[in-house]
């Protein structure tokens, strides 16, 4: 039962691959969002999404192609890796309005590219 | 860069003691929040402050927020050795800003 998944959990992948991350959330929120944590535990926002349309994109490489097929799903496409790439990324979620202020995070998926 | 800037980086006290944390920002907000983040895991909230609020409480967590120094802190009282974490401000408006961090640990 748990409020927001992402698989995988552990990503190892080559220079100039493509992969996907996915993630769910149960908890009816409007609104998801990926996060790119870097080495130095920088976090920052990449994309968002509500109700299945993206309202933020921010300074992304084209390379990077978030879909939503519904507003419990969004996942991260990633086009010929770098090693840049190499990150920790976060899908979070919350509601729309009132006091749904509160985001909650994914897990987190570790991202390795050699 | 709009993010914030967490003081200090890393924090070390004896279990018991207390821990506090400041936040510094540059923008405009609608409220800011604390998250904690275990090793190796997603993020947790812990609490959230409206720009029109200057002192919150929730259980042993007490945040206060200085708009028109554009500053928070965030106080743990009588640490145990579970709040071992980092902890992160994150500004909002629009979108969630979030801060370098503090890494605190609470030695036994």
């Known amino acids: 039962d748990t409020a927001v998944s992402q698989t995988p959990k552990y990503l190892v992948t080559q220079m100039g691959n493509d992969k996907s991350i996915k993630c769910e959330q149960n908890?009816?929120?409007?609104?998801m969002y990926w996060y790119k944590q870097d080495s130095k535990k920088f976090l920052k926002i990449m994309f968002s999404?509500?109700?299945?349309?993206?309202?933020i994109n921010e300074t992304v490489p084209n390379r990077f192609s978030p879909k939503s097929p519904d507003k419990a799903h969004l996942n991260l496409h990633i086009n010929s890796l770098e090693l840049g790439d190499s990150a920790v990324y976060f899908c979070?979620?919350?509601?729309?309005?009132?006091?749904?202020?509160?985001?909650?995070f994914g897990p987190g998926t570790r991202l390795l590219v050699l | 860069s709009q993010q914030g800037e967490e003081d200090p980086q890393a924090l070390s006290i004896q279990e018991g003691e207390n821990a506090t944390m400041n936040c510094s920002y540059k923008?405009?907000?609608?409220?800011l929040q604390w998250y904690r983040q275990n090793s190796g895991r997603g993020l947790v909230h812990l609490i959230l402050?409206?720009?029109?609020?200057r002192e919150k409480h929730s259980g042993r967590l007490r945040v206060t927020l200085d708009t028109s120094k554009k500053s928070s802190s965030l106080l743990i009282t009588a640490s145990r050795a579970a709040d071992t974490a980092s902890y992160f401000c994150?500004?909002?408006?629009?979108?969630?800003?979030f801060g370098t961090g503090t890494r605190l640990t609470i030695i036994p």
């Open positions: 402050i409206r720009s029109n609020e």
């Open positions: 999404y509500n109700n299945k349309e993206l309202i």
């Open positions: 923008t405009s907000i609608n409220n």
């Open positions: 994150a500004t909002d408006y629009v979108k969630l800003t």
């Open positions: 908890l009816g929120h409007d609104t």
């Open positions: 979070a979620s919350r509601p729309t309005g009132g006091e749904g202020e509160t985001q909650y």
